[in-house]
Antibody, heavy 119, light 107 residues
Framework: EVQLVETGGGLIQPGGSLRLSCAAS????????MNWVRQAPGKGLEWVSI???????YYADSVRGRFTISRDDSKNTLYLQMNSLRAEDTAVYYC?????????????WGQGTLVTVST | DIQMTQSPSSLSASVGDRVTITCRAS??????LNWYQHKPGKAPKLLIY???SLQSGVSSRFSGSGSGTDFTLTISSLQPEDFATYYC?????????FGPGTKVDIK
């Protein structure tokens, strides 16, 4: 059974750093592209970042240069390193994996982890 | 970047109603368009990929159509469990942008 479990969220001051983890089971993160998507309070879904099986990465304009997506194949875990955090980064962060259609859709999502950036 | 818009932003409907949501891309995305359902406190759920392909396990009352810049999601007969927010997402280029969402609530 495919499962994705995000951890690492919490309260952090503006300018601080946080690393989110997404532990996967039921498949290998190295064989699928993996995404981070977030939802700020009262807002819609916002795509954040993707890492392909090749290791190629892309970022939304709003986080490029501050966030880094990576994975540890030996731990079957996806990460999101978030630096220089801002109030507008406050959101529930979801990890998700490539669907079997392989056309950019994501078929499994975690339950999310809440990041709050505030003094 | 490709911008996505949706209409309406919200709608009220009754159980059994036919519901149509529209999504428009700022440039042609061929059929690289996905639809998700999202309920508060839950993980988003993939409904449709490649504009019209029904995700495994999803009810056939959901259908999608369109290509290029204009797309629709149709719920043929709204059920109580369908009250949620629906998002389109383009996966044509590497920045997989979402639309702003359409909230479907009970009339």
């Amino acid at each position: 059974e495919v499962q994705l479990v995000e951890t690492g969220g919490g309260l952090i001051q503006p300018g601080g750093s946080l690393r989110l983890s997404c532990a996967a089971s039921g498949f290998s993160v190295s064989t699928k592209y993996m995404n981070w998507v977030r939802q700020a309070p009262g807002k819609g879904l916002e795509w954040v970042s993707i890492i392909y099986s090749s290791g190629t990465t892309y970022y939304a304009d709003s986080v490029r240069g501050r966030f880094t997506i990576s994975r540890d194949d030996s731990k079957n875990t996806l990460y999101l390193q978030m630096n220089s955090l801002r109030a507008e980064d406050t959101a529930v962060y979801y990890c998700s994996r490539e669907g079997d259609g392989g056309s950019g859709e994501t078929d499994f999502w975690g339950q999310g982890t809440l990041v709050t950036v505030s003094t | 970047d490709i911008q996505m818009t949706q209409s309406p932003s919200s709608l009220s409907a009754s159980v059994g109603d036919r519901v149509t949501i529209t999504c428009r891309a700022s440039q042609s995305i061929n059929t690289y368009l996905n639809w998700y359902q999202h309920k508060p406190g839950k993980a988003p759920k993939l409904l449709i990929y490649l504009a019209s392909s029904l995700q495994s396990g999803v009810s056939s009352r959901f259908s999608g159509s369109g290509s290029g810049t204009d797309f629709t999601l149709t719920i043929s007969s709204l059920q109580p469990e369908d009250f949620a927010t629906y998002y389109c997402q383009q996966s044509y280029n590497t920045l997989f942008t979402f639309g702003p969402g359409t909230k479907v609530d009970i009339k």
